[in-house]
């Protein structure tokens, strides 16, 4: 069971049907999600406007006086044309026309504001942001080619230099944690900004389970809303969001950007990711500085599309790569300096991967190509492994309890989780197990104590807090005789919580169909299976199903990972 496809598939790999939408008897012309209303341009630097239209149709831009033509692909359907915007000015009317008028509308884009700065920072820099304190804090942007920049925080200056493409980055130092500070940045014009924190600084992504609001998660924000509107905004939790992406092309819309630093109250914290936000709360509580979050998180969107290309392209066998998603949403935030990520997502690829890469194998490509592209190969990166899921409209939608039959279905969230596991062989990852806090709805209610157990995890992995941060997962696994022996780190004071003894251990003797419950006791911070009758070598797992219900814990009330491993003897 898996999230449905996205309605529109915004990617180069689904050029083909994109073109064809664009080109149909509408024959509209189309914009890609890059440009739109309120679009600012670089002065000194050409700009490549790019999108759909009828196949084979003539496209006209207007801007500032002057007509630029070119003619979309007679087979995609996709159009390009390099403009240069001239000098700094605006706001601009820019018209974009694509062959006649459409029977059913102008068949034209009718942008009002268009502004073209002298200098301009990313979008993911801003008012209200938090830097990352500990080490150099790029900022950065665009300017005119070879135009000096300098930077001025905390009364010192810090400079660089616009290259031949009018990119430039200021690596500031920024001192101890505190704010706000004004930041003062010159070029050929001048960008204050009256507030800017020194903190912590984390990235949350993945999909819906990231991306959905905290104004979903139930009583928990009942609570949550009204003490932000008791107290009002807190200025220490800072946060940054990427829209949700539901369409590669726009026509007047504004383009796809960040949506600038907003402190934390009722209305922001609302439409945030429920998991960043409470993973947030319960850090900023510990650390006591300010704490900045960025939200780059789409619906129903497979691993694919956050994998850099390069790493997928490694993997052997590993099929073609389409890595919009990365490109859209974690490309724009680089440089930025950040503490750490976390993660949350692989329930759009619990379905058989077409070209037979695991998941973890595809994490791992994630992790390390995002390592590498900031610069730094230890950044923490901490994961949800999935939660339950249910079965049907009513258990994933409500939450209600599957029956004992469902209980027993083994499928590919089960596999999914496993997998998942395996990418702790991975340095300075850590994953949060989270199958005993949820009922098996699709979108768990129930992210303030996922947040909680990713902010213990974030604390232990990336401040050397020395805590429990994991609950037991499993190291080794070998035959004695007629036991076999389970050996699990993060286990001290392992315990099976409720009645009876460890539950959901099953093994499976070498040439038969069935794995079969097998009785088992703890020893120290091992479990001890019974396997007596059983032809090795054996399969063993543990709360493999889509809906687990294992209850090995540690002395931190932590649950044991679901595990199934092979050729036990």
Same mark, same amino acid.
């Given at each position: 069971?898996?999230?449905?496809?996205?309605?529109?598939?915004?990617?180069?790999?689904?050029?083909?049907?994109?073109?064809?939408?664009?080109?149909?008897?509408?024959?509209?012309?189309?914009?890609?999600?890059?440009?739109?209303?309120?679009?600012?341009?670089?002065?000194?630097?050409?700009?490549? #406007?790019?999108?759909?239209?009828?196949?084979?149709?003539?496209?006209?831009?207007?801007?500032?006086?002057?007509?630029?033509?070119?003619?979309?692909?007679?087979?995609?359907?996709?159009?390009?044309?390099?403009?240069?915007?001239?000098?700094? &000015?605006?706001?601009?009317?820019?018209?974009?026309?694509?062959?006649?008028?459409?029977?059913?509308?102008?068949?034209?884009?009718?942008?009002?504001?268009?502004?073209?700065?002298?200098?301009?920072?990313?979008?993911?820099?801003?008012?209200?942001?938090?830097?990352?304190?500990?080490?150099?804090?790029?900022?950065?942007?665009?300017?005119?080619?070879?135009?000096?920049?300098?930077?001025?925080?905390?009364?010192?200056?810090?400079?660089?230099?616009?290259?031949?493409?009018?990119?430039?980055?200021?690596?500031?130092?920024?001192?101890?944690?505190?704010?706000?500070?004004?930041?003062?940045?010159?070029?050929?014009?001048?960008?204050?900004?009256?507030?800017?924190?020194?903190?912590?600084?984390? #990235?949350?992504?993945?999909?819906?389970?990231?991306?959905?609001?905290?104004? /979903?998660?139930?009583?928990?924000?009942?609570?949550?809303?009204?003490?932000?509107?008791?107290?009002?905004?807190?200025?220490?939790?800072?946060?940054?969001?990427?829209?949700?992406?539901?369409?590669?092309?726009?026509?007047?819309?504004?383009?796809?950007?960040? *949506?600038?630093?907003?402190?934390?109250?009722?209305?922001?914290?609302?439409?945030?990711?429920?998991?960043?936000?409470?993973?947030?709360?319960?850090?900023?509580?510990?650390?006591?500085?300010?704490?900045?979050?960025?939200?780059?998180?789409?619906?129903?969107?497979?691993?694919? &599309? !956050?994998?850099?290309?390069?790493?997928?392209?490694?993997?052997?066998?590993?099929?073609?790569?389409?890595?919009?998603?990365?490109?859209?949403?974690?490309?724009?935030?680089?440089?930025?300096?950040?503490?750490?990520?976390? !993660?949350?997502?692989?329930?759009?690829?619990?379905?058989?991967?077409?070209?037979?890469?695991?998941?973890?194998?595809?994490?791992?490509?994630?992790?390390?190509?995002?390592?590498?592209? !900031?610069?730094?190969?230890?950044?923490?990166?901490?994961?949800?492994?999935?939660?339950?899921?249910?079965?049907?409209?009513?258990?994933?939608?409500?939450?209600?309890?599957?029956?004992?039959?469902?209980?027993?279905?083994?499928?590919? !969230?089960?596999?999914?989780?496993?997998?998942?596991?395996?990418?702790?062989?991975?340095?300075?990852?850590?994953?949060?197990?989270?199958?005993?806090?949820?009922?098996?709805?699709?979108?768990?209610?129930?992210?303030?104590?996922?947040?909680?157990?990713?902010?213990?995890?974030?604390?232990?992995?990336?401040?050397?807090?020395?805590?429990?941060?994991?609950?037991?997962? #499993?190291?080794?696994?070998?035959?004695?005789?007629?036991?076999?022996?389970?050996?699990?780190?993060?286990?001290?004071? *392992?315990?099976?919580?409720?009645?009876?003894?460890?539950?959901?251990?099953?093994?499976?003797?070498?040439?038969?169909?069935?794995?079969?419950?097998?009785?088992?006791?703890?020893?120290?911070?091992?479990?001890?299976?019974?396997?007596?009758?059983?032809?090795?070598?054996?399969?063993?797992? /543990?709360?493999?199903?889509?809906?687990?219900?294992?209850? #090995?814990?540690?002395?931190?009330?932590?649950?044991?990972?679901?595990?199934?491993?092979?050729?036990?003897?």
């Amino acid at each position: 069971m898996s999230h449905k496809l996205p309605r529109c598939l915004p990617s180069m790999a689904a050029l083909l049907v994109t073109a064809a939408l664009a080109a149909d008897a509408d024959a509209r012309v189309w914009l890609d999600y890059d440009f739109g209303e309120g679009m600012v341009l670089q002065a000194g630097v050409k700009t490549a #406007l790019h999108g759909a239209a009828g196949r084979g149709e003539t496209v006209t831009l207007t801007f500032r006086g002057r007509t630029v033509q070119t003619t979309a692909d007679k087979i995609t359907g996709q159009w390009q044309i390099e403009l240069d915007p001239g000098d700094a &000015g605006g706001p601009l009317a820019m018209t974009i026309a694509g062959g006649e008028a459409s029977p059913k509308g102008p068949n034209s884009i009718e942008l009002k504001n268009v502004t073209v700065a002298e200098i301009a920072l990313d979008q993911v820099l801003g008012d209200g942001m938090v830097l990352q304190r500990g080490g150099k804090a790029p900022v950065f942007g665009t300017a005119r080619p070879g135009d000096e920049v300098s930077v001025d925080f905390r009364s010192r200056t810090f400079s660089g230099k616009a290259d031949d493409r009018g990119r430039w980055r200021v690596d500031v130092d920024p001192g101890q944690a505190g704010g706000p500070f004004p930041m003062n940045v010159h070029g050929r014009s001048d960008i204050l900004l009256k507030e800017v924190y020194v903190g912590e600084v984390w #990235l949350c992504s993945g999909q819906s389970n990231m991306r959905w609001g905290t104004c /979903y998660t139930g009583k928990d924000w009942g609570e949550t809303a009204l003490r932000l509107r008791g107290r009002g905004a807190s200025q220490q939790l800072r946060l940054q969001r990427f829209p949700q992406d539901e369409t590669g092309y726009a026509s007047n819309h504004p383009p796809k950007r960040f *949506l600038g630093w907003q402190a934390a109250d009722e209305k922001s914290v609302g439409a945030f990711s429920g998991t960043g936000y409470y993973f947030g709360e319960a850090l900023q509580s510990e650390l006591k500085v300010p704490l900045g979050l960025i939200q780059s998180a789409v619906d129903a969107t497979g691993i694919r &599309g !956050w994998t850099p290309a390069d790493k997928l392209k490694e993997i052997k066998g590993g099929g073609p790569s389409d890595d919009i998603y990365y490109q859209r949403q974690i490309k724009p935030a680089m440089p930025f300096a950040i503490r750490g990520i976390i !993660w949350y997502q692989g329930e759009a690829d619990t379905g058989k991967d077409p070209f037979g890469v695991s998941y973890d194998r595809r994490l791992t490509a994630l992790i390390d190509g995002w390592r590498h592209d !900031w610069g730094r190969g230890d950044i923490p990166f901490i994961y949800v492994q999935l939660a339950r899921i249910g079965f049907g409209a009513e258990q994933i939608h409500r939450g209600e309890l599957p029956s004992l039959e469902q209980r027993k279905i083994v499928d590919g !969230w089960a596999r999914v989780r496993d997998e998942q596991r395996r990418v702790l062989a991975e340095p300075a990852t850590a994953m949060v197990v989270c199958y005993d806090l949820t009922t098996g709805m699709l979108h768990p209610p129930q992210k303030k104590p996922i947040g909680a157990r990713l902010a213990v995890a974030a604390r232990a992995l990336a401040y050397g807090e020395k805590i429990e941060y994991s609950g037991p997962i #499993l190291e080794s696994a070998k035959r004695d005789g007629d036991q076999v022996v389970l050996s699990f780190s993060h286990a001290d004071g *392992l315990a099976a919580e409720g009645y009876g003894g460890p539950r959901q251990l099953e093994a499976k003797a070498a040439g038969a169909e069935e794995f079969v419950a097998v009785p088992a006791r703890i020893k120290g911070n091992a479990v001890l299976l019974d396997v007596k009758g059983l032809a090795g070598p054996l399969s063993i797992r /543990y709360a493999y199903r889509e809906w687990p219900d294992g209850n #090995l814990v540690n002395a931190a009330r932590l649950p044991a990972s679901p595990f199934q491993v092979e050729d036990v003897k």
